[in-house]
């Protein structure tokens, strides 16, 4: 492999990470899911997401806006009302934050066997305490 690739495929390689890092932080795949149904507001979606601080929530909802997957449209009423929505691109991203979804909801109980397994086995070996 010449220098040239290389250097691409790190770099495409660091690209790829920042979206992955995007999209699969655990706050922007549940506001994905949100938006999905079609827009929402900010304290609907606070509700809604249960464990979010209002600053976590701007901040995911910025990002995902800056990444180009969601729109922010201000209406101007008294209080002004602000609408989020998945851009088409945002829309794009749902059929495998979908999928992991459903992939999580199939595989939980699984997942917590394993957990469990794993932690008994740790404290078996001492390397953590009951």
Request: charged fraction near 30%; aromatic fraction near 6%.
């Amino acid at each position: 492999m010449t220098e040239i690739h290389r250097g691409f495929h790190n770099t495409e390689c660091r690209k790829v990470s920042r979206v992955l890092a995007r999209v699969g932080d655990k706050w922007s795949v549940l506001i994905v899911m949100l938006l999905a149904d079609g827009p929402r507001r900010f304290n609907e979606m606070k509700r809604m997401v249960e464990g979010i601080s209002q600053r976590m929530l701007t901040l995911t909802l910025r990002g995902l806006e800056r990444d180009g997957l969601v729109t922010r449209t201000v209406f101007p009423t008294i209080p002004p009302r602000v609408d989020y929505e998945l851009t088409a691109l945002g829309r794009s991203l749902c059929v495998p934050v979908m999928a992991l979804g459903s992939w999580a909801q199939a595989n939980i109980d699984a997942i917590d066997v394993a957990q469990a397994d794993f932690d008994k086995r740790c404290v078996e070996d001492g390397k953590i305490r009951a």
